[in-house]
């Protein structure tokens, strides 16, 4: 198992930065990827970001250029840092740990609310 706590949502104003957190404990040897995601209200979860052990990233092209993901391994931590952001960018965030034994093994986090005002 392994479980996944996020941090760091919150309330911005338009042109404005915020930097979230995925803590992840418990089988970690399992992962060899993380990302996020987010979901906004009436809207299907769609790609934000990822990063592998290998340390390839990927992002949305709605978020080039402004997020950056990044991860400290010592603390199994992953970062998501959102700069020039816009309401577009209100959703729910979610961290995900992708498993090496395939996309049914795969892990969410409780997700955390991002929301920019105009």
């Known amino acids: 198992q392994v479980q996944l706590v996020e941090s760091g949502g919150g309330l911005v104003q338009a042109g404005g930065s915020l930097r979230l957190s995925c803590a992840a404990s418990g089988s970690i040897f399992s992962i060899n990827a993380m990302g996020w995601y987010r979901q906004a209200p009436g809207k299907q979860r769609e790609f934000v970001a990822v990063?592998?052990?290998?340390?390839?990233?990927n992002y949305a092209d709605s978020v080039k250029g402004r997020f950056t993901i990044s991860r400290d391994t010592a603390k199994n931590t992953v970062y998501l840092q959102m700069n020039c952001m816009n309401p577009a960018d209100t959703a729910g965030y979610y961290c995900k740990a992708f498993s090496k034994w395939g996309y049914e093994y795969d892990y969410w986090g409780q997700g955390t609310q991002v929301t920019v005002s105009s």
């Open positions: 990063i592998t052990d290998g340390g390839r990233i």
